[in-house]
């Protein structure tokens, strides 16, 4: 009878073994990749739009070599970066999409949400713009955030096709109509504010995206009012098609 220590050792013990290795390879080099984009905003925070890649390896605490075995060049490390900055838009934007609140909250939360981002990173929002920072699908990430607004904002206002019978063919251009004004005014805001206040900024664009939403419902013979929450209007086909004379927000 042959010994047990002779027998060949279980190749698929072998192999468990390796793929375990392999894993936490892996694991560790997403949190080194996660800590030097942390450290990569940090820089452009601190040095500016123009950081250089030695300032980010110095503030993560490498060399410059070290650092790019973590990313495949320089665009890589930009797209991750781009990506940790798009996922900072959206999650501090959440809140805003909730179709029990009123439009008027909802309008206010979202651009107080991108405007405190803008002022708070403002340097990080160069830094993307100015290097055409791109997604993995070779998008433009300042675009592909406004993209992603714009669907959030087209999904919402669904709603609002589904319980007033509004045409749905409006929604799309509508959306991403108002997220690119909402952008262009507050990216201008941000840099030369002529001594408007963020909450005085806050104020005139919910005033301004309300007064286009309004606009379009009055086209189609509904007055909406913006301090009622939409579930609230999903009362039976008379309340969506009647006209009430509801109230704007004050100037």
């Known amino acids: ?10 190749p698929g013990g072998r192999a468990e073994q390796v793929d375990g290795r392999a894993t936490r390879w892996t694991g560790q080099q997403e949190r080194r990749r996660e800590e030097f984009v942390e450290a990569a905003l940090a820089a452009i925070e601190e040095h500016g739009a123009d950081v250089s890649t030695e300032q980010i390896a110095a503030r993560a605490g490498v060399a410059r070599t070290r650092l790019y075995r973590h990313f495949a060049g320089a665009q890589d490390l930009n797209r991750s970066i781009a990506a940790r900055a798009e996922q900072m838009i959206l999650e501090g934007l959440a809140p805003a999409w909730d179709a029990s609140h009123s439009p008027d909250r909802i ?12 002022t708070d990173h403002h340097e990080l929002y160069r830094y993307l713009v100015r290097h055409s920072v791109t997604t993995a699908d070779g998008e433009n990430v300042v675009n592909d955030v406004k993209r992603l607004i714009s669907d959030l904002l ?23 109509g108002l997220v690119g004004f909402v952008d ?24 301004w995206i309300w007064a286009v939403l309004d606009g379009v419902l009055r086209d189609m013979g509904l007055e909406v009012d913006p301090t009622e929450p939409l579930v609230s209007l999903s009362v039976g086909p008379e309340r969506s098609r009647r006209a009430s004379r509801a109230p704007c927000p004050p100037p």
């Open 184 to 207: 262009a005014a507050a990216g201008r805001w941000v840099d030369d504010p002529l001594g408007v206040s963020l909450e005085d900024m806050v104020d005139l664009l919910a005033r």
């Open 1 to 10: 009878m042959s010994d047990p220590a002779d027998e060949p050792a279980d």
């Open 154 to 176: 087209i999904r919402l206002l669904d709603e609002y096709v589904e319980l007033l019978g509004l045409d749905p063919g409006l929604t799309q251009p509508l959306s991403f």
């Open 107 to 118: 309008i206010r939360t979202a651009v107080t949400t991108h405007l405190r981002w803008l």
